[in-house]
């Protein structure tokens, strides 16, 4: 069975008639990446024939010279299984440089644009939550200020300072949740 190729969409064809060498894009910030060049085979072989053909002369010469030159530019390994091979040779030489993030399924660069404490690109990082102190806010919990009226999520309101917490009860203590008279003992709110 075939191997699978990785970074399929992110990835620019970078070969010549001498070789192959592929780079790879961060599908963030657009960064690239080179794999390593590998020289080719048949390249190689088509220019020596080509060489030898010019060198030999005549008719045998030519007709080498023409089979150098279409062993050069007619390659079977710049299509097909040769072409999957070099590719997945360079996706290998590369793979270190990327991760690919389990929320959007883009392939970004480890350096700058995935969130390691996450687990994340930073595109998704953003919406996730992460153990600390807005951990379990749903993103999209909005709250209202009570004394300037801004929205925002959190403890305290961003805009003045307030806390967003009820407050407490003049009679009792207890917090109050927006009513006119306390639940637990029916002071006035105040």
């Given at each position: 069975?075939?191997?699978?190729?990785?970074?399929?969409s992110?990835?620019?064809?970078?070969?010549t008639?001498?070789?192959?060498?592929f780079?790879?894009h961060?599908?963030?910030?657009?960064?690239?990446?080179?794999?390593?060049?590998?020289?080719s085979?048949?390249?190689f072989?088509g220019?020596?024939a080509a060489?030898?053909g010019t060198?030999?002369?005549?008719e045998?010469g030519?007709r080498?010279?023409?089979?150098?030159?279409?062993?050069?530019?007619?390659?079977?390994?710049t299509?097909?299984?040769?072409?999957?091979?070099?590719m997945?040779?360079?996706a290998?030489?590369v793979?270190?440089?990327?991760r690919?993030?389990?929320?959007?399924s883009?392939?970004v660069?480890?350096g700058?644009?995935?969130?390691?404490?996450?687990?994340?690109?930073?595109?998704?990082?953003?919406?996730?939550p992460?153990?600390?102190?807005?951990y379990?806010?749903?993103p999209?919990?909005?709250?209202?200020?009570?004394h300037?009226?801004a929205q925002?999520s959190?403890?305290f309101?961003?805009?003045?300072?307030?806390?967003?917490?009820?407050?407490?009860?003049?009679?009792?203590?207890s917090?109050?949740?927006?009513t006119?008279?306390?639940?637990n003992c029916?002071?006035?709110?105040?």
């Amino acid at each position: 069975m075939p191997e699978v190729i990785r970074f399929t969409s992110n990835v620019t064809d970078c070969s010549t008639s001498d070789g192959y060498q592929f780079e790879f894009h961060c599908q963030r910030c657009g960064n690239g990446y080179r794999s390593t060049f590998r020289h080719s085979v048949t390249g190689f072989g088509g220019r020596l024939a080509a060489l030898g053909g010019t060198i030999l002369g005549g008719e045998i010469g030519s007709r080498i010279q023409q089979i150098g030159l279409m062993a050069q530019w007619n390659r079977p390994s710049t299509r097909g299984t040769m072409s999957d091979q070099h590719m997945v040779e360079a996706a290998a030489d590369v793979a270190h440089e990327f991760r690919q993030c389990g929320t959007c399924s883009d392939w970004v660069c480890s350096g700058g644009c995935w969130d390691e404490r996450v687990g994340r690109c930073r595109n998704c990082a953003v919406t996730t939550p992460v153990p600390g102190p807005s951990y379990g806010t749903v993103p999209g919990d909005v709250r209202f200020c009570g004394h300037c009226g801004a929205q925002g999520s959190g403890r305290f309101c961003g805009s003045c300072g307030t806390s967003y917490d009820a407050p407490p009860c003049v009679g009792c203590g207890s917090p109050q949740r927006g009513t006119a008279f306390c639940q637990n003992c029916g002071a006035p709110a105040g």
